[in-house]
């Protein structure tokens, strides 16, 4: 369970609530919760509000279905804001748009593919450059330096291409792709870590990749 924590609520009894889908950072919308909606939705996970045109507690979804799965919770520094973390379950605007900030007529959903997750990958990843903790496999990685490490993306870029091959000749074929698809994003998965640990071995940050990206992109 999701820990309680410190909030000032203000004279009306209500604290304001920033809701932001986890997988990308997008903010989804703004409610109020008093301490009964707190309460509710750290013993739910599911995220309440205070309603304050009906004066009651409300459950984000209860006529809809369209709930927000409570992720994390947190408190700005004076403690008078929340910032809600969610997974949501389908549109969250009553006009059925993604986010409450997106304009009437907005698709319901926008291609979201979760990469700011990456962000967590890569605190963990400096996080073992800097304590060096013993029985770390990426410790081991940066220890043994650029060729270590630069051995085993040629190993992972390999493998990512054969299970690439591996599920072109399973489409062609016609014949089920579960398992061929499964094999394929774990390769991917294992290139992206060990370029990551590449740059944490180099001390390059990967802002500095996504900075080149944007230019490349740019007009």
Same mark, same amino acid.
């Given at each position: 369970?999701? @820990?309680? @924590?410190?909030? #000032?609520?203000?004279?009306?009894?209500?604290?304001?609530?920033?809701?932001?889908?986890?997988?990308?950072?997008?903010?989804?919308?703004?409610?109020?919760?008093?301490?009964?909606? !707190?309460?509710?939705? !750290?013993?739910?996970?599911?995220?309440?509000?205070?309603?304050?045109?009906?004066?009651?507690?409300?459950?984000?979804?209860?006529?809809?279905?369209?709930? !927000?799965?409570?992720?994390?919770?947190?408190?700005?520094?004076?403690?008078?804001?929340? !910032?809600?973390?969610?997974? @949501?379950?389908?549109?969250?605007?009553?006009?059925?748009?993604?986010?409450?900030?997106?304009?009437?007529?907005?698709?319901?959903?926008?291609?979201?593919?979760?990469?700011?997750?990456?962000?967590?990958?890569?605190?963990?990843?400096?996080?073992?450059?800097?304590?060096?903790?013993?029985?770390?496999?990426?410790?081991? &990685?940066?220890?043994?330096? #650029?060729?270590?490490?630069?051995?085993? =993306?040629?190993?992972?870029?390999?493998?990512?291409?054969?299970?690439?091959?591996?599920?072109?000749? +399973?489409?062609?074929?016609?014949?089920?792709?579960?398992?061929?698809? =499964?094999?394929?994003?774990?390769?991917?998965?294992?290139?992206?870590?060990?370029? +990551? #640990?590449?740059?944490?071995?180099?001390?390059?940050?990967?802002?500095?990749?996504?900075?080149? &990206?944007?230019?490349?992109?740019?007009?």
């Amino acid at each position: 369970m999701t @820990p309680a @924590p410190a909030v #000032v609520f203000g004279a009306d009894g209500l604290v304001p609530g920033v809701v932001q889908d986890v997988r990308d950072g997008r903010v989804l919308m703004v409610a109020y919760l008093d301490a009964e909606a !707190l309460a509710a939705t !750290l013993a739910t996970g599911e995220v309440h509000f205070h309603s304050r045109s009906r004066g009651r507690l409300w459950r984000k979804g209860e006529t809809s279905g369209n709930i !927000l799965r409570l992720v994390e919770l947190t408190a700005d520094c004076d403690g008078d804001a929340l !910032l809600i973390g969610v997974d @949501p379950v389908g549109p969250t605007c009553h006009r059925g748009t993604r986010s409450c900030f997106d304009p009437a007529g907005a698709p319901s959903t926008r291609p979201t593919q979760g990469f700011a997750w990456l962000e967590t990958l890569w605190a963990t990843i400096a996080e073992r450059a800097t304590t060096r903790a013993e029985g770390s496999y990426t410790v081991r &990685l940066l220890e043994g330096g #650029v060729d270590t490490v630069g051995r085993k =993306i040629t190993e992972e870029a390999t493998e990512v291409l054969i299970a690439a091959k591996d599920d072109a000749a +399973l489409e062609v074929s016609g014949a089920d792709r579960t398992n061929s698809r =499964i094999a394929l994003a774990g390769e991917a998965g294992d290139l992206v870590y060990h370029a +990551l #640990v590449l740059l944490a071995e180099r001390g390059l940050e990967p802002s500095a990749v996504i900075a080149t &990206l944007r230019a490349r992109h740019a007009p």
